[in-house]
C-alpha cells in the first residue's frame, strides 16, 4: 500500500469524524461507499478503518456494521509510545514479529470463519498476480497479515501487532527489496493460507516462523 495514499485516507476519515459529518455513535457507509466516494480501493478503505479502530476512534462489528465511537480518541497519538523508544532497527521489527505472528497464524487455522480463509487464499493469490505483473503489492501484503491477525480471534496478541503497525508498513517497503524476496514473500503467503485453510495450526505457525525469520537472515547478511 502506498503510504501516501493510505496516510491520506486515515486523516479523510479522521476529519469527518473531527468535522461533525460522522457523529459519535453514528453508523458509518459502507466499504464500498467509501471507496467509490474517496476514489481509493475497497482494501485501502478496510486497512484504514482497521487503523482507526486500533487507535479508538472507530468499533467494527462484525454483522452490525461500522461505528463511530461514543467517545472517540481524536486527540491520542497511537504512535506515542512509539516514539519514545526512538529509533527502532528492522531487526528488532521484525524479532517482535517473530514472537507474534507465527502464534497468529496457528490460532487463525483453528478459528478463521470460512469468508476469512476464502478471503486470505484471495489476497496471498492477488499478490502472485501483481509480482507478475509488475505492479505494487505492498497494500495487498499488509492487509494478508492484517486479517490474520483479525481471524486469530486474540485481541491481545492482534493489539500488539497494531500498535506496530507504523512501523511494520515502513518495514515491509524495506524487507520488500532484498534479492528474491517478493517472490519468496508470495510463496510463503500462499502455503500459509493453504495451511490456515486446511486448519493445520502447527503448519501455520511454522511457515509463517519460517517467512519471518527467513526475512530476517536476509536483512543480517
Avoid: C
Avoid at 453514528?26 to 481509493?40: A, N, Y
Avoid at 528488532?92 to 478471503?119: G, M
Avoid at 511457515?207 to 525469520?213: A, N
Amino acid at each position: 500500500m502506498k503510504k501516501n495514499t493510505f496516510a491520506t485516507t486515515i486523516d479523510h476519515l479522521k476529519k469527518k469524524i473531527v468535522d461533525g459529518e460522522w457523529e459519535p455513535g453514528s453508523r458509518i457507509p459502507t466499504l464500498q461507499q467509501i471507496s467509490k466516494d474517496m476514489e481509493v480501493s475497497v482494501t485501502t478503505v478496510r486497512e484504514a478503518l482497521r487503523a482507526l479502530e486500533s487507535q479508538g476512534i472507530v468499533s467494527i462489528e462484525h454483522g452490525r456494521g461500522m461505528y463511530v465511537r461514543n467517545d472517540p480518541l481524536l486527540l491520542e497519538d497511537p504512535a506515542a509510545n512509539l516514539k519514545e523508544l526512538g529509533d527502532i532497527s528492522l531487526v528488532k521489527l521484525l524479532e517482535a514479529r517473530l514472537l507474534i505472528e507465527p502464534e497468529l497464524a496457528a490460532l487463525s487455522a483453528r478459528r478463521a470463519s470460512h469468508a476469512q480463509v476464502k478471503e486470505l487464499r484471495e489476497l496471498a493469490d492477488t499478490m502472485v498476480l501483481q509480482m507478475e505483473d509488475g505492479g505494487p503489492f505492498l497494500e495487498t501484503d499488509l492487509a494478508f497479515h492484517r486479517l490474520i491477525a483479525e481471524s486469530a480471534e486474540h485481541p491481545v496478541l492482534q493489539r500488539m501487532l497494531e500498535s506496530i503497525y507504523p512501523l511494520l508498513a515502513e518495514g515491509r517497503k524495506q524487507t520488500n527489496t532484498l534479492p528474491h524476496m517478493r517472490t519468496k514473500a508470495s510463496s510463503y503467503h500462499i502455503l500459509i493460507a493453504i495451511a490456515i485453510e486446511e486448519r493445520h495450526e502447527e503448519q501455520a505457525r511454522q511457515l509463517m516462523h519460517f517467512h519471518i525469520q527467513d526475512m530476517l537472515e536476509a536483512l543480517k547478511k
